[in-house]
């Protein structure tokens, strides 16, 4: 028996750069910077003070009033507000009553409700135990984001939580695949959200991996990242019922790979063998040769031993044509939102094939020598998309790797 072939029929997305999808697709193809001082929380003290804040941040205005925001978090609002979009996108909002034992929910995250644990636990420590509720602890796990879009939208399916740093939103979005190709759920609400906070910002800051001002991913002046925060939801839909309801597709997931580098808990395998397996293993999952690949959103973060790193693994997986296939980083606009990253370049990589176009790497003005593949600079691209690899590696050697396609009647593999 033939297994499903799993459809992208909604996006959702809330980040530095836009609000939503729309806005997100007209930022990436104008190379838009969303890295700036930060307001979320106080600098004062930090080495940097900069990142990439989700602006005008106004839950009463992103969610319907009858959804319980007083016991949500920042990440999981984020989170609400980008299934939001996206189901409403696929045209399933109001949810229909008939799919929701169907339905399952696979998110991505890491944060989760800290930045709200923080400010408690400071009101504690400073004498106002008395005003600490259970309600500003009651989202804290990174696990709550799940749960809320779940109950929220009646969904009954399988509920999963992925963190695994900065490649969870990757790992929900292939999970999410493979519970829709086993025939366990029709439809999944996959991806990933991540905000910042004060102690992700400190830990990054204790390893001197953040540029002062903003990331400059594959730039021989490159000092680090820029940490960022957003959510990104895509709706993955078996495509026979994708067909039966009219509705509209952006691409298909076609596979993805993990692998671990087994190597540092915070530096990546300068050789990039854990790397080069993903990507490997992403392809083999989709049935896509080296030669297909249009695109790579890169996982780019900018830090001296990441862009060397992953410049290695492209190279050992497609030979010489490495350097004829465009590569971004797309965290050159949204900063590094960790466990929401993989989850919101997924969105990019939907739009790339979608309406035909490359986003730009932007900030990179002077070229590391060692870094020479095609690094998209110039702004963005006018192309026909049909494969694009998506890659996320992250701290722990935890690899992930999805492969996204355009739909076709036929499917973009056997063509």
Do not use: W
Not at 155 to 170: N, Q, R, V, Y
Not at 235 to 264: F, N, T, W
Request: glycine share 12%; with cysteine; charged share 20%.
């Amino acid at each position: 028996m033939d297994k499903e072939r799993v459809v992208i029929t909604g996006l959702g997305t809330i980040n530095a750069v836009s609000g939503n999808a729309p806005e997100f697709s007209a930022a990436l193809k104008q190379g838009v910077c969303g890295i700036g001082p930060l307001t979320v929380f106080d600098t004062t003290g930090y080495r940097t003070r900069t990142g990439g804040e989700v602006k005008n941040f106004v839950p009463a205005k992103m969610l319907p009033p009858e959804f319980p925001i007083k016991r949500m978090s920042r990440s999981d609002i984020m989170a609400m507000a980008a299934a939001l979009e996206a189901l409403s996108d696929a045209g399933l909002f109001p949810f229909p009553d008939d799919l929701q034992e169907n339905a399952g929910v696979v998110i991505g995250g890491g944060a989760g409700g800290m930045l709200e644990g923080e400010a408690a636990y400071r009101r504690y420590l400073q004498g106002s135990g008395r005003a600490v509720r259970y309600s500003q602890f009651s989202s804290f796990c990174c696990a709550s984001s799940a749960d809320r879009i779940a109950s929220n939208f009646g969904l009954m399916g399988p509920k999963t939580t992925f963190m695994t740093a900065c490649s969870s939103g990757a790992t929900a979005i292939g999970y999410a695949g493979d519970l829709i190709r086993d025939g366990r759920a029709t439809l999944v609400v996959s991806g990933g959200t991540e905000p910042l906070c004060r102690v992700t910002y400190a830990a990054f800051n204790a390893l001197q991996a953040v540029d002062p001002e903003y990331c400059k991913p594959f730039d021989k002046n490159r000092r680090g990242l820029s940490l960022g925060e957003g959510a990104g939801i895509m709706i993955l839909e078996a495509l026979s019922h994708a067909q039966k309801r009219g509705a509209r597709i952006y691409g298909e997931v076609l596979g993805y790979g993990v692998s671990c580098d087994s190597y540092h808990m915070t530096a990546p395998d300068p050789q990039a063998s854990g790397a080069a397996r993903c990507i490997a293993a992403a392809l083999q999952d989709s049935g896509i040769s080296p030669d297909r690949v249009d695109y790579i959103n890169a996982h780019g973060t900018a830090t001296p031993a990441n862009d060397l790193m992953e410049t290695r693994g492209i190279k050992a997986v497609f030979g010489k044509r490495a350097d004829r296939i465009p590569v971004s980083s797309t965290k050159s606009m949204t900063g590094h939102t960790l466990g929401a990253a993989g989850a919101i370049e997924g969105v990019v990589a939907a739009l790339a094939i979608f309406q035909g176009f490359i986003p730009p790497t932007i900030h990179l003005t002077e070229r590391d020598p060692e870094c020479d593949l095609d690094y998209v600079s110039e702004g963005a691209r006018e192309a026909e998309v049909n494969i694009v690899l998506s890659n996320s590696f992250a701290f722990g050697g935890n690899n992930t790797a999805v492969v996204l396609g355009r739909y076709t009647e036929k499917g973009i593999v056997h063509e």
